[in-house]
């Protein structure tokens, strides 16, 4: 296992992407997909894309993101990326309607975030949790669950 105990910079400071550039042409840049929690953690063991089991321990100092380069050598690097952030998708019937939904989101102190008519809720969360908490009005109708977006 591959141990990986600091972020050596990020993909886009100039002279780490242009080495980047470069083992990309050659297929020798390994990527490291995390979720919304996972990437919040200091301690992790995962998988590259490419099959190489690595055990990530940064200090208390760093963090991981996006772009953040965990490796990077004459022959290899590996790269963090960021799973894009999963939403859930409410839309309800009419303002009494979606003055309980928000109201319910906002009792359960739920991350959403509005766009017109429609309320997302955080997919981290999980979907089946969600519309259990919100079986009473889905059940009516009142409000509905329109899936996942971004």
Known sequence: MLKLN???????????????HL???EGRV????LDD??????RI????????????ALPRTQRLIDGAVLLLEDKRAIVVR????RWLVFSAADAAAGLELGYCAGNMH????????????????????V????????????????????
């Open 23 to 25: 083992l990309d042409h």
């Open 110 to 129: 739920w991350p959403v975030r509005f766009e017109g008519s429609r309320l997302y809720v955080v997919g981290e969360l999980g979907t089946g949790h």
């Open 45 to 56: 063991s995962v998988t590259t894309d490419r099959g190489t089991p690595c055990s990530i």
């Open 131 to 150: 519309l259990e908490r919100l079986h009473h009005i889905l059940h009516r109708g009142a409000v509905k669950f329109l899936g996942e977006g971004k």
């Open 82 to 85: 960021a799973e894009p952030e």
């Open 6 to 20: 600091a972020i050596v910079g990020l993909a886009t400071e100039s002279r780490i992407s242009a080495q980047l």
């Open 30 to 33: 390994e990527f490291i997909l």
């Open 37 to 42: 929690r996972e990437i919040a953690r200091r």
